[in-house]
């Protein structure tokens, strides 16, 4: 009688997580495909081959770029053998890969395994070297990506960026917040740009123990910012039963150096935010839930959605309109298990009237794969727009 009652158990608790699995599969689109829609004028960056997660414009049309190396969330790399249920692999200096989805390694499928942060089981374009900044001048006829030095004593070989805002002081001097992911923790570092030189000045480094798992940044004053956080848990299997759960337990916090606090929760995973022109609203794309939530900057802090068909990586703002530009991703499940015959896909909204009960959403760019894979981020300047993605290529085109 005692086996029979486990079987029964055993039997509802894999038709649970059956269920929930496909839930989460309809959540994230697993089964969409996107019809194309592309600007005519588009070429991609030569210099940015291996991803361009998020850019930040200035007024004067210098763009800063964020090619990083992140750790996927579901790979470990540990001294150690795999625990049990985890996918092993060696790595040359003796050390054990530890994913969660058994992936095909294999030279025709792109696929190369490092001890570091690159993202398992997709193309790694890159080399295996830290993250860099690169900057675009979009006022040039064919403008080109350079990659910043950066001096003032930072480590580069931990640099890993992310999520990128640009502040400009009182008296115009630029600088750039940057989330670093060095060691899988969360800092913001801050630098001073170089306009002559072309270069970053390393002034310092954030850190506090409810900036974890941070994905995105906007600033609006010196050391005061929100900050986005994508996963509650850090741990890679409980992140994995946290989106197939659908756990709401990510949030938006602000820091300052006299303060910081929890400003809104109740997020699957909150990602890109931004702020409008006037920055009386914010602007906070979530992820899992396909919706971007906008928010007053008041102390009660209401929130009004704006549901979506895709999943919302990282916003901006269109400064001459106060338009949001959304980079998505159509299809999140061909992130998880890459196939060069079936790309990710790419997509591009633009949200206007933003504040209105009716929202108009357009689809800027839209392609299946073919030419950009796993866009984040698009941002524009005088009638030109630069689509950047989390692995891939960058695209460069004219409205």
Not at 57 to 82: D, K, T, Y
Not at 212 to 221: A, E, H, P, R, T
């Amino acid at each position: 009688m005692g086996k029979l009652v486990a079987l029964v158990l055993l039997g509802v608790g894999l038709s649970l997580v059956g269920e929930m699995f496909l839930a989460f599969r309809e959540r994230v689109n697993a089964s969409r495909e996107v019809e194309p829609v592309e600007p005519e004028n588009c070429h991609l960056i030569e210099e940015l081959e291996s991803g361009s997660e998020d850019i930040d414009i200035l007024p004067s049309g210098l763009a800063f770029i964020s090619s990083l190396q992140v750790c996927w969330s579901l790979l470990e790399v540990h001294s150690r053998p795999c625990l049990p249920g985890y996918h092993q692999w060696r790595l040359q200096n003796g050390k054990y890969c530890c994913l969660i989805f058994l992936l095909e390694a294999s030279s025709q499928r792109g696929i190369r395994l490092y001890e570091g942060l690159k993202y398992p089981g997709m193309p790694n374009f890159a080399p295996d070297e830290p993250g860099k900044i690169f900057l675009m001048d979009l006022n040039e006829q064919n403008p080109r990506a350079q990659a910043l030095e950066i001096s003032g004593g930072f480590d580069k070989e931990l640099f890993n960026p992310h999520g990128i805002s640009i502040f400009i002081d009182k008296d115009n001097t630029v600088y750039l917040y940057v989330v670093n992911h060095p060691h899988m923790k969360s800092t913001v570092e801050i630098f001073k740009f170089e306009e002559q030189q072309r270069s970053l000045v390393y002034l310092k480094t954030i850190k506090h123990e409810l900036l974890k798992s941070v994905n995105d940044i906007v600033v609006l004053g010196p050391e005061q910012f929100y900050a986005t956080r994508d996963h509650y848990f850090t741990n890679s299997l409980l992140s994995f039963f946290e989106m197939i759960l659908d756990l709401r337990w990510t949030y938006v916090l602000f820091y300052s150096p006299r303060e910081v606090k929890v400003v809104a929760k109740g997020f699957c995973s909150a990602n890109g935010i931004t702020v409008s022109a006037d920055q009386k609203y914010v602007y906070v794309a979530d992820v899992a839930a396909k919706n971007i939530h906008i928010m007053e900057k008041h102390d009660n802090w209401d929130l009004t959605q704006l549901k979506l068909g895709t999943l919302v990586d990282n916003l901006t703002v269109d400064p001459a309109t106060g338009d949001i530009l959304a980079g998505c991703h159509p299809n999140p499940m061909k992130l998880l298990n890459y196939n060069p015959e079936d790309p990710p896909g790419s997509e591009v909204l633009r949200i206007q009237n933003v504040l209105s009960e009716k929202p108009r959403v357009s689809t800027v760019y839209a392609n299946n794969g073919s030419v950009l894979q796993g866009t984040s981020v698009a941002s524009v300047y005088h009638g030109k727009i630069l689509i950047g993605t989390v692995f891939h290529k960058t695209l460069y085109c004219e409205l």
